[in-house]
Nanobody, 129 residues
Framework: QVQPVESGGDSVQAGGSLRLSCVVP?????????MGWFRQAPGKGREGVAA????????YVARSVKGRFTIFQDNAQKTLNLQMDSLKPEDSGMYYC?????????????????????WGKGTLVTISS
């Protein structure tokens, strides 16, 4: 299947901002009820950062980024975006976009549940102190 494609990763200083964007294949965009951003720091497991269920009916935002990151989707462009502000060094890592189906809204953003989703190859975010 055609994979989502992420972009927007960069190297910035702490306190800066980045916007990540993910182009989701049309077939996946229309069939998925959950789309989210996940990240993996070097030597650590992959974790959910933010996710939307049914276009915004339910939104998940990890506690570590709440108040700093905003997730939103553009239905016309079929993109999933992540606005990241007040970045910290601990936000560094590979950021992945995923889209798929979940049985319950509360599980949207759970990496273990989303393992079988359609995943992009990731975009690298590096935050320096």
């Amino acid at each position: 299947q055609v994979q989502p494609v992420e972009s927007g990763g960069d190297s910035v200083q702490a306190g800066g901002s980045l916007r990540l964007s993910c182009v989701v294949p049309a077939s996946t965009f229309s069939s998925a009820n959950c789309m989210g951003w996940f990240r993996q720091a070097p030597g650590k497991g992959r974790e959910g950062v933010a996710a939307v269920y049914l276009g915004g009916e339910h939104t998940y935002v990890a506690r570590s980024v709440k108040g700093r990151f905003t997730i939103f989707q553009d239905n016309a462009q079929k993109t999933l975006n992540l606005q990241m502000d007040s970045l910290k060094p601990e936000d560094s890592g590979m950021y992945y976009c995923a889209a798929g189906g979940v049985a319950h809204a509360a599980r949207c953003g759970d990496y273990d549940i989303m393992r079988a989703a359609n995943w992009g190859k990731g975009t690298l975010v590096t935050i320096s102190s």
